[in-house]
């Protein structure tokens, strides 16, 4: 691999040449896929060590999206249907995403570069020191306003939907709201990701090309970028490349 980053520098000038730092999207959404794959490829590597370096991608990634200015992160970290998964890994995950949570909180980037963090998603059916760790990562990021990361975690689209129509239809009950007044806005402003800009570029690594329950509202009109790398093997010439693309797109919605 040190043979190749004097090429992987050169090929990175070469493609940021072409990228407009104006014309950056502004919210990047990302399906972090391949983990177990990228594990499977390696010698004696267990699934687990594969999350382990998907979760070094991410750092990386975040470093990246700094450099390039992008302002809000989402990133798909654990689905709810991922709890079906065997329970060595996901009680291995959840020990994972704990460190990792409580790492943001002495993340030395994170800090620098005024990163607020927030976990979206049915964050109740996470294990109790999961959760408390989640509090201390976004109580200790809750002032910053420079850049945020979102952490979907224990998320699914069509769960979110349905957790926003019983917010709203609690608001209507209780004679707050008047039904003929729901609109696209109140409904945004009611997801996990309330209020959020929604993502104008969505990528999903290792070639699997669904949406698998990632922001199913907020995706309408993203556009979708795929790749075929495994996550943990996410370069940043790669990202440079979806960027790339995204900028050569002509965006319609819907015009
Ligand atoms: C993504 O990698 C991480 C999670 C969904 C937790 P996978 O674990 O889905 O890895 P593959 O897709 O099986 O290779
Ligand atoms: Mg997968």
Redesign the pocket.
Known sequence: MSILKPLYSAYEWYISRDLRPEDMPKHVAIT???????ARIQRNMSPLDG?KH?KNTLEDFLGWCVDLGIEIITVY???SK?FNRPQDEVQG?MKLFKENFEGIAKNKKIHKNEVRVKAVGQLDLLPEDVREAIDIAEASTASYNNMLLNIAIGYDGRLEIVDTIKKISGKVKEGKLDPEDINEEVVNENLYTAGLDDPNLIIRT?GEERFSGFLLWQASYSELYFCDS??PAFRKVDFLRALRSYQQRERRFGV
């Open positions: 972090m896929d391949g983990n177990r794959r990228y999350h998907g970290a654990f689905s991922n995950l290792s495994y996550w």
